[in-house]
């Protein structure tokens, strides 16, 4: 929250204490507890476990059809309208309606994140690889929950704060889940460092309990009927995006800002190994100066919205995020210099996060107060198509084209989401798309 402006330049003990009074007040670091919780299942379907399969001598092939595993987070949008419309189960929804799913799907993901620390992709890849598949569709559904508390607890004023609070405890988390799940399988083999991750996980029920229940926009409307529900619940929420102006042409600029780095990024693990890296110096790569420069991205993708608007920091941003792709090629060509690896990774973390934070920016301003489960999962779950269709066949990709032609290939996969948004530019300037934006709910009923 802003300083008091009658404070002096230089803080004392009483106005730092009374900031940090002011953010707890804030509820920001709920948000990014919140995002930790977020961000920690996502590399157990991803970099960790293709790490994992590439230490198990799994082929290419099948470490790119991994990124399929994750299919969830694309087809979210499928049963995001039950968060919206019905009670929470097992008497949860005493909590509230978003509280109550919250605690209703965490407990079976900390279980799921356990089944994936038992298995062995290499001895029995189905249980492993369907364990991750559980872990996705869990943290996939409790993703549209916290979407949602977020965008409904936070007014549009301290949506930006929210979103890099969110941003930095995912980022976090990834870390954690990520370098630090890596750098534990050396000491502890795979298994145990997994089983420390999942314990981790239960944090997120201990944030949730903390968190308070945001107030209803509008009343519940009374409605009878499977017809008449699956209306209100699926139909009106579709029909109201839809039918805002060049609704088709954002949704082709969703569905592709994240393609070029999907395909670049489903082949990293495989492609340190085959520079060459082992696991501790790969760990070290991906730990807290990675850590370090995705807050920093994302603070500066933040400000970046602030100062230019959200259309044109995201062509910005994106831009900056498809240059950094020119990184893989210099790693190809340094024949496994770790000087040029951490180089590589700290500086697509930067620009990564600093996209991501206009990204969501975007997306949360698309969202009706009406619908916002049901609109933000459908927008994110586009998102993630390129993720979990033409990263799967990555695999293929770099076996046909060689290391350097498939990252070639990936940097052109990248312009036409600009060129979208050049083009929406244009026929909405200022923020990029004013007209785009949900109409303002209804007054609050009594």
């Not at 994140?113 to 598949?133: E, I, K, N, Q």
């Not at 102006?245 to 492609?271: C, D, N, Q, R, Y």
């Not at 970046?304 to 498809?322: D, E, H, S």
Request: proline content about 6%; some cysteine.
């Amino acid at each position: 929250m802003p300083p008091d402006q009658t404070e002096p330049a230089l803080a004392t003990p009483a106005s730092f204490g009374a900031r940090l009074a002011a953010f707890a007040r804030s509820g920001l670091w709920l948000m990014a507890a919140f995002g930790f919780a977020s961000g920690l299942p996502l590399p157990l379907s991803g970099f960790t476990l293709r790490q994992w399969m590439s230490e198990g001598g799994s082929s290419r092939e099948v470490i790119g059809l991994t990124a399929s595993i994750g299919l969830a987070y694309t087809l979210k949008f499928l049963w995001a309208p039950v968060f919206d419309h019905t009670p929470a189960p097992f008497g949860l929804s005493r909590l509230g309606r978003r509280r109550g799913w919250l605690l209703t799907i965490q407990p079976c993901l900390t279980a799921a994140c356990v089944m994936l620390a038992l298995s062995d992709p290499s001895r029995g890849p189905v249980a492993a690889v369907t364990a991750a598949a559980l872990v996705a569709f869990l943290s996939a559904s409790q993703d549209i929950a916290v979407d949602a508390w977020r965008i409904e607890s936070f007014p549009e004023e301290l949506q930006g704060a929210a979103l890099a609070a969110y941003v930095w405890g995912y980022r976090a988390a990834m870390l954690v889940a990520g370098s630090a799940a890596i750098g534990m399988a050396g000491p502890l083999g795979w298994h145990g460092s997994l089983l420390v991750i999942a314990g981790i996980s239960a944090l997120g029920m201990v944030t949730t309990l903390c968190a308070g229940e945001p107030a209803l926009r509008r009343a519940p409307q009374a409605i009878k009927g499977f017809t008449a529900r699956l209306k209100v619940a699926v139909v009106e929420p579709f029909r109201d995006f839809l039918s805002r102006p060049s609704a088709w042409t954002v949704l082709a600029f969703i569905m592709l800002f994240k393609l070029g780095e999907a395909m670049a990024g489903t082949m990293a693990a495989p492609f340190y190994r085959a520079m060459g890296f082992d696991r501790a110096t790969i760990a070290l790569a991906t730990s807290f100066p990675n850590l370090a420069c995705s807050l920093a991205g994302a603070a500066a993708g933040g400000l970046l919205v602030a100062k230019l608007g959200t259309g044109r920091a995201l062509v910005l941003t994106g831009f900056v995020q498809m240059a950094s792709m020119f990184l893989y090629f210099a790693l190809a060509w340094s024949q496994g210099d770790p000087t040029i690896l951490f180089t590589k990774i700290m500086l697509e973390a930067f620009a990564e996060s600093m996209a991501d934070a206009a990204f969501m920016t975007f997306l949360s301003a698309m969202c009706a107060r009406g619908h916002t489960a049901t609109q933000y999962a459908l927008l994110s779950s586009l998102a993630a198509v390129a993720l979990r269709t033409v990263g799967g066949l990555s695999g293929f990709l770099a076996t046909a084209l060689g290391w350097e032609g498939f990252y070639g290939l990936t940097i052109f996969a990248a312009l036409p989401a600009m060129l979208i948004m050049l083009y929406l530019l244009r026929r909405y300037p200022g923020t990029g798309h004013p007209e785009l934006a949900p109409t303002p709910p209804a007054p609050d009923r009594a």
